[in-house]
């Protein structure tokens, strides 16, 4: 059958779908939105971003960035619909959720090839070309199905999500606009407080009460996105040396930068909401509001979305998927997205993009594709195909992942900056020359059947 099945509407099932079905491939892309609903999601759309508005840093010589240039340069649907839907974030690449869902949504629904069918997936088709794409919020009957098929237990993590204000509930006669050290302007909102101010909030948030977890399950915290209570009780000062820093932002007013600051990001084009940056958390809604009323210039928040947590499943990808995202006793099943053990948006993009070029090239008899060894792609594939498996943990894209300088290269070049800029133009260069080679290679093959 020369069909692909996809199984998720989210980031990386939509890449997938968009990547298979370009290369001529008949694609049916199951999402059980509106049908059965998520703990997390609030719509049906393809590609609802839940957690964040933000795509992280897009500055260049970052780690964050590489990642979304080899997918820019490699046709990517999501990071077309991004910059068609971007609001100001400074140095970060920041979406208009709503406009991005429904520019993804919009392109899916109309291309030829690719067939949306809205129903709950309680099996993996067997015998097909199949990509599980179902992200952390897999439904239960599926998650026992994959168990079954990956011969392992299920691996999680505990995901927080953080607030979203009101723009005109924020009194900017006390928050300012400014983006760390100018980066992008004034492209956010800055709460500041002073000593007084942040002990009393520290104070408060430390002791308020949050939502009990299952009582049978290990508490496990994805670590660079902890609820800031859980931050805040590793000690004092932790706050503000993480989310709540107020380096590189100065109080125009007072020619000073804060004792702390709280940043807000703008979530839509409109500008008629702002989220919490890094305030990710897991307290009641009542606790919610009466602490982070606390800040000053929200006194008077009128909160859109409390924060709020959800269980986040992932398979022990090293055990069963090679570099391909397919599994090694099941080739024609793929993997994408989060529940290979990537996190992130655009990690999980990646995915997507590996696996729905792969499960193409399979159908069509071709070479499957094992991205080049600096890219960053090709560092995320390499990590969850060959991870150390006893501890397997989910990561971001960072240059502690990405091929290391030659001692050569790394002895011409002093500056860790320096250094880092380096090795993402040596990995984009690689990465051009590959994609040049890849699309040659199935125009050729085209032409000779």
Request: hydrophobic content about 40%.
């Amino acid at each position: 059958m020369n069909e692909i099945t996809v199984i998720g509407g989210g980031l990386a099932g939509v890449e997938a779908a968009w990547q298979a079905a370009s290369l001529g491939a008949r694609v049916r892309l199951y999402e059980m939105r509106p049908v059965k609903r998520t703990p997390a999601h609030r719509t049906d759309k393809l590609a609802e971003i839940v957690c964040s508005n933000s795509l992280k840093s897009d500055e260049p010589g970052s780690a964050s960035h590489l990642l979304k240039e080899e997918l820019r340069r490699a046709d990517s649907i999501v990071m077309k619909a991004a910059a068609e839907t971007r609001v100001p974030a400074g140095a970060a690449l920041a979406v208009d959720r709503e406009r991005f869902a429904n520019h993804i949504t919009a392109q899916i629904e109309t291309h030829p090839n690719i067939e949306i069918v809205r129903e709950e997936i309680t099996s993996i088709p067997p015998g097909e070309t199949s990509i599980i794409a179902t992200g952390p919020l897999t439904s239960d009957a599926l998650t026992f199905e994959i168990m079954k098929l990956t011969g392992d237990d299920q691996l999680y993590f505990y995901d927080a999500i953080a607030p979203i204000i009101a723009a005109d509930s924020i009194d900017q006669s006390i928050a300012f606009k400014a983006a760390r050290y100018g980066k992008g302007g004034d492209d956010y909102l800055n709460c500041p407080l002073n000593e007084e101010a942040y002990a009393q909030f520290y104070e408060q948030l430390t002791n308020a009460n949050s939502v009990p977890l299952q009582r049978f399950e290990e508490t496990r915290w994805f670590e660079a996105c902890l609820p800031i209570e859980e931050l805040a009780r590793r000690g004092i000062d932790t706050l503000r040396y993480g989310p709540m820093k107020p380096v590189g932002l100065v109080d125009p007013r007072t020619g000073r930068e804060p004792y702390a600051a709280v940043q807000l990001r703008q979530e839509n084009l409109m500008a008629d909401a702002y989220s919490m940056v890094g305030f990710q958390n897991h307290l009641r809604y009542g606790e919610q509001a009466r602490v982070l009323q606390l800040i000053p210039g929200l006194e008077h928040a009128e909160f859109l979305q409390f924060g709020q947590i959800h269980r986040n499943t992932y398979i022990n990808s090293p055990r069963v998927l090679a570099a391909t995202m397919q599994m090694r006793e099941h080739p024609n099943i793929f993997f994408a997205g989060q529940i290979t053990g990537v996190e992130g948006y655009v990690e999980s993009v990646a995915m997507g993009w590996l696996a729905g070029a792969n499960a193409a090239r399979l159908l069509r008899g071709e070479e499957l594709l094992i991205a080049p060894p600096r890219s960053a792609i090709g560092a995320l594939a390499r990590y969850v195909s060959s991870a150390e498996t006893k501890n397997y943990q989910p990561v971001n894209i960072t240059f502690a992942l990405l091929e290391p300088l030659s001692r050569e290269q790394a002895r011409s070049v002093k500056r860790k900056r320096d250094r880092h800029l380096l090795q993402v133009r040596l990995a984009l260069e690689e990465w051009d020359q590959w994609m040049h080679s890849v699309r040659h290679d199935s125009q050729q093959l085209a032409v000779a059947k």
